[in-house]
């Protein structure tokens, strides 16, 4: 097989595929190529990308939002975005592409080969494989009926697809579980908010998909919920990341924000209580922008928590 003929499948499978793709696959030793051939002809190909391997010092740094290596899609989402700290220590191989000749398409040529992917890379000592994509209800299917579940969805929409980011993972072995378990169950956890806020924008379908994954929660804080407060007070973890957390401690602890000044129980009342947009709640609380009000919501959030343990 050529580089050449890889890259032509790509083109005829409708990829954005440009030729610095080629030089790429050449030059980098993480990328592995898997294809499906009969008579010297490509029928498939899958493009995998080995990430992670980090020492848990830098998996910290990436939690914190303070590093982002580049070639760690996988490793650093699941680590940073997902919030499982100690993620990017473990060894992932992510789908970057998989292509099925056009007229071969339908045929379960590309879950054959995935499966033998799968299989390859479990025997490489891969804790976990994972792929990203633009979600449609479409594709979610394909990779579910393939053996991996979502574990993230991005809260804003790519501008060429109009679609957000999905994130997929299936684990090989008990770190990957491990790893694979935290970051499923932040994200069912955390879904009937995303749905009610940053994930409102899904089409009827997709929403209805998700609700079925959805693990709804008892309003009771758990170890997974103080991780995703402290991080949002403490690093560069976002607000839509831990909203979750934030609104259960805070319906939990109705009376301790009623201890804060006017400015503290505006942006709590409007942005956590009554979820209003960012744009609202930065009229109503006098800010000069988003930044001015994350920083003293992160505040008010750091109060009430020192609130409650030192009662």
């Given at each position: 097989m050529t580089s050449s003929s890889y890259l032509a499948l790509l083109v005829f499978a409708h990829y954005r595929t440009q030729p610095s793709d080629l030089q790429h696959m050449l030059d980098d030793?993480?990328?592995?190529?898997?294809?499906?051939?009969?008579?010297?002809?490509?029928?498939?190909?899958v493009l995998v990308n080995e990430e992670g391997g980090f020492d848990r010092a830098l998996s910290t740094q990436i939690y914190r939002g303070e590093r982002r290596p580049t070639g760690h899609l996988l490793a650093q989402?699941?680590?940073?975005?997902?919030?499982?700290?100690?993620?990017?220590?473990?060894?992932?191989?992510?789908?970057?592409?998989?292509?099925?000749?056009?007229?071969?398409?339908?045929?379960?040529?590309?879950?054959?080969?995935?499966?033998?992917?799968?299989?390859?890379?479990?025997?490489?000592?891969?804790?976990?494989?994972?792929?990203?994509?633009?979600a449609t209800l479409e594709l979610l299917r394909f990779w579910q009926h393939a053996g991996f579940d979502l574990v993230r969805l991005g809260f804003t929409r790519d501008h060429a697809s109009g679609t957000h980011s999905a994130v997929m993972l299936k684990?090989?072995?008990?770190?990957?579980?491990?790893?694979?378990?935290?970051?499923?169950?932040?994200?069912?956890?955390?879904?009937?908010?995303?749905l009610r806020e940053p994930l409102n924008d899904l089409p009827g379908e997709m929403q209805a998909y998700l609700h079925t994954e959805q693990q709804p929660a008892n309003g009771q804080l758990t170890e997974m919920d103080w991780q995703d407060i402290n991080s949002f007070i403490h690093t560069h973890r976002g607000y839509e990341a831990c909203i979750g957390a934030l609104r259960r401690l805070v319906i939990a602890n109705?009376?301790?924000?009623?201890?804060?000044?006017?400015?503290?129980?505006?942006?709590?009342r409007s942005r956590i209580e009554q979820r209003n947009s960012w744009t609202e709640t930065i009229r109503q609380a006098g800010m000069s922008g988003k930044a001015q009000a994350l920083q003293q919501l992160r505040l008010a959030i750091e109060k009430i928590v020192k609130n409650l343990t030192t009662k």
């Open positions: 030793n993480h990328v592995r190529i898997y294809t499906l051939q009969f008579k010297q002809q490509i029928l498939a190909a989402t699941l680590t940073f975005h997902a919030g499982c700290e100690h993620a990017s220590t473990l060894r992932y191989a992510r789908v970057m592409r998989i292509a099925v000749h056009p007229r071969l398409q339908g045929n379960g040529l590309g879950s054959y080969l995935l499966n033998e992917v799968i299989a390859h890379e479990q025997q490489q000592d891969v804790d976990a494989i994972g792929t990203s994509f633009g684990p090989l072995n008990e770190k990957g579980e491990k790893v694979f378990q935290e970051t499923r169950t932040r994200f069912q956890r955390g879904l009937d908010e995303w109705k009376e301790v924000p009623e201890k804060l000044d006017a400015t503290a129980q505006t942006l709590i």
